[in-house]
């Protein structure tokens, strides 16, 4: 048992530091959820691509430094410590990408991840649609054969970014006709921009156009970009599920630099009593998933695969996020109403957390089923 | 950086678990609650040849060296099985015990499981617990307001002493605990000086660290029973002709204590590698929290046969309340989280 980090793990940490201490912008970038936004973050992705910062742990060979999740969890911490912008990329960095490493080919790697690590093309995931949230198996768009290639048909909600993004990527119906639900899907990824699409942006809680609708009206989409071969969807879209709810969508960098912001917040407002409880908590809190990431990180590295664990971090990241801010705003009050102030954009941000990448009561009742064995009921 | 622990300690976890087990510790924890500490001396005595003791006593005194992640290990286990007894006092007592004399005096027999003690601390509440069933009480006194934050102004006045077995308090003195298995009483004056300077107030508020780690470590083991046994009672309970377990409202009510419970154990663990007073402080009340809210949700799933001294769940549920305000309640622990308190020496960054 050990938390110490090996020389060489150290030194890449101090190398990080120094990079994002020299690079980092000295004033925060616009929301990327505008246009204005957007636009910045791609180039900040760009900047952080040509020095192979932005995907630390792929392979070099796309644009990465081949580093384990040990030196990707020392990023993060420095990423966040520094108080660097964040992540337009996230969905193809976090979500597309390590499918295609694990199920893409290697000439959709050579193609796909070298722009998505500079910011070039920023994907937007398409997977819910308007009666398949949680429940992902009962999704109706469809993929129809034809030469070369699939027409895409129907619609796709809720897609994160994609009012500004590049591609998107998600599961179509291919075999309409098979016995059970989750059967007969195909994983593809379309041009945001092809003939046949249209994108509607819808306003978040806080008006920004952060997600949207996707109508797809006989869209094509060649055959090299379908992932791991037709009908094989849904097992390739839940392994990118559990991808999504369980190390590298939150880093505990981000939450260490949100409960620093929030303890300082706290010292500098007089120690406000009514709030020290909660406060503490959220730098408890931070520590807590901290050392869970590592202990999921030793098992990982010891061969173990993440399992239903990952529902266990998606319910705890995504209500402590919300906890945080909640905390933050009742400390300043008044002062914390303008929804430009950082802490009110966090806040209406982190409510969406125990909503998507799974509902948090569909990660209970994996929890309930998986971890703790419990029979299982009507949802 | 590998996290996790190695099979040598995941092995001394099981043996415990197979040892308390095999040693029916309810009858023994409902005859150490009655007065009758026997049952209880001879577990003791047992977990001593596991070695539990030892793990707070350096070698040059017959223990295995100051080991926390190991105690945390074993105390996880004593608190699954709820184990009686000042068990984080005795750790207290060992850390207390560092002048020569004293120590050598002492801590063999600590570490052998020959002696059971129980402390009085600054900071620790005002009762000591178990003294009567316990060899020896040890009380720190004269350290002053400053000394209780253990940075050592005001503290030239601190004072170890000691009272041995001989001096136990009479029956009528002792209260008994909403945790039917602990005995209170108040510290009691005088007794043998042991030693005395800023040295003692230091060794207090060193012993305070290894109590509340002991006593989180306790309270996680307490927790994953409570956890553990609802599950199982849930899985064959019935009612509307379906397991009750079948239910979301009960499905979800465990969950969140799974997540709070699994959460916990790596803050316990950290805090062990550290032993950061704050680290420490974090691991105490988030341990205490999230076993007292699944004694909670033992207690509501269990219905009326868990609200009954009869059944045995109630040999936890008490425990975890009584354990949540044992050596620094959840208000103490946060202000040392912030470094509002003079024992986290300061704000310190979290990471």
Redesign the interface.
């Known amino acids: 048992m050990d938390l110490t980090h090996s020389p060489a793990d150290e030194a890449f940490r101090a190398e990080a530091r120094t990079w994002l201490g020299a690079h980092v912008p000295a004033r925060p970038l616009p929301s990327l959820e505008t246009a204005e936004g957007f636009a910045a973050h791609r180039a900040w992705e760009a900047e952080l691509g040509a020095d192979r910062w932005s995907v630390v742990s792929w392979p070099a060979a796309y644009g990465g430094r081949d580093c384990g999740l040990v030196r990707w969890l020392l990023f993060e911490e420095e990423y966040y410590a520094a108080g660097a912008p964040g992540r337009v990329g996230q969905n193809g960095v976090s979500l597309l990408a390590p499918t295609l490493l694990v199920h893409g080919t290697e000439e959709q790697r050579v193609r796909i991840l070298p722009p998505m690590a500079r910011g070039e093309v920023v994907w937007a995931q398409a997977w819910s649609e308007p009666e398949a949230g949680s429940d992902l198996a009962s999704l109706r768009s469809r993929a129809v054969r034809t030469d070369g290639g699939w027409l895409l048909s129907g619609q796709k909600t809720w897609s994160s970014r994609a009012a500004f993004a590049d591609r998107a990527f998600g599961l179509f119906r291919s075999e309409p006709d098979m016995p059970k639900p989750h059967q007969g899907l195909t994983y593809l990824m379309f041009d945001l921009r092809a003939p046949g699409v249209t994108v509607r942006p819808i306003g978040r809680l806080d008006g920004k156009p952060a997600f949207a609708e996707i109508f797809l009206d006989e869209v094509f989409v060649p055959d090299e970009d379908v992932i791991g071969g037709p009908g094989r969807g849904w097992r390739i879209a839940m392994s990118t599920a559990g991808d999504e709810r369980g190390l590298t969508l939150r880093s505990p960098g981000r939450f260490l630099a949100s409960a620093d912001r929030l303890a300082a917040l706290w010292h500098g407002r007089g120690r406000d009593p009514f709030t020290r409880d909660r406060v503490a908590d959220a730098v408890i809190g931070a520590r807590a998933y901290q050392l869970f990431t590592y202990a999921a990180a030793s098992r990982f590295l010891d061969g173990e695969a993440l399992g239903p664990e990952s529902s266990l971090n998606k319910v705890f990241w995504s209500e402590y996020d919300v906890a945080l801010h909640e905390t933050a705003l009742d400390l300043l009050g008044a002062d914390g109403e303008p929804a430009d102030g950082d802490w009110a954009e966090g806040y209406l941000f982190s409510l969406a957390g125990p909503i998507y990448a799974g509902t948090n009561e569909i990660q209970r009742d994996i929890i309930a089923e998986r971890l703790l064995g419990l029979p299982r009921g009507r949802r | 950086?590998?996290?996790?622990?190695?099979a040598e300690?995941t092995a001394f976890a099981r043996s415990l678990d197979a040892l308390l087990t095999a040693a029916d510790t309810p009858a023994v924890v409902r005859s150490w609650g009655a007065g009758d500490p026997a049952a209880g001396r001879a577990l003791w005595s047992r977990l001593a040849d596991a070695g539990v003791f030892a793990l707070a006593v350096p070698e040059a005194y017959e223990g295995l060296g100051r080991r926390p992640?190991e105690l945390a290990v074993a105390f996880v286990e004593l608190g699954r099985h709820a184990v009686p007894g000042p068990l984080a006092e005795t750790v207290a007592a060992a850390v207390l015990l560092t002048g020569p004399g004293p120590a050598k005096r002492f801590l063999p027999g600590l570490a052998a499981g020959r002696t059971i003690a129980t402390v009085a601390l600054p900071g620790g509440g005002p009762y000591v617990l178990d003294t009567d069933a316990s060899d020896m009480e040890l009380t720190v006194t004269g350290t002053g307001s400053a000394a209780e934050t253990g940075t050592g102004t005001g503290s030239a006045g601190a004072e170890l002493r000691v009272t041995q077995a001989s001096g136990s308090p009479p029956a009528s003195r002792v209260r008994r605990s909403l945790d039917a298995a602990r005995r209170l009483s108040l510290p009691r004056a005088g007794g043998e000086l042991l030693d005395a300077g800023p040295q003692v107030a230091a060794g207090a508020a060193e012993a305070l660290r290894w109590a509340r780690l002991t006593t989180a470590a306790q309270a996680l083991g307490v927790g994953l029973a409570l956890?553990d046994r609802t599950?199982a009672y849930?899985?064959r309970r019935s009612q509307f002709g379906?397991?009750v377990?079948?239910?979301?409202a009960?499905?979800?009510r465990?969950?969140?204590a799974?997540?709070a419970l699994?959460?916990?154990?790596?803050?316990l663990?950290?805090a062990a590698?550290?032993m950061d007073p704050a680290?420490i402080a974090?691991a105490k009340?988030?341990a205490c929290e999230a076993a007292y809210a699944t004694a909670r949700t033992a207690l509501q799933l269990h219905g009326a046969i868990g609200y009954t001294a009869e059944y045995d769940l109630s040999l936890w549920l008490t425990r975890a309340r009584a354990l949540r305000s044992a050596w620094g309640g959840?208000?103490e622990?946060?202000?040392a989280?912030?470094g509002?308190d003079a024992l986290s020496g300061g704000?310190r960054?979290?990471?």
């Not at chain 2, 950086?1 to 190695?6: H, I, K």
């Open positions: 950086m590998r996290f996790l622990l190695d300690q992640v956890l599950v849930v899985k379906v397991p377990g079948s239910f979301q009960v499905r979800h465990l969950a969140d799974k997540i699994e959460f916990a154990r790596p803050l663990f950290g590698l550290s680290d974090a009340v988030t959840p208000g622990c946060r202000a989280v912030l509002t704000a960054r979290c990471s």
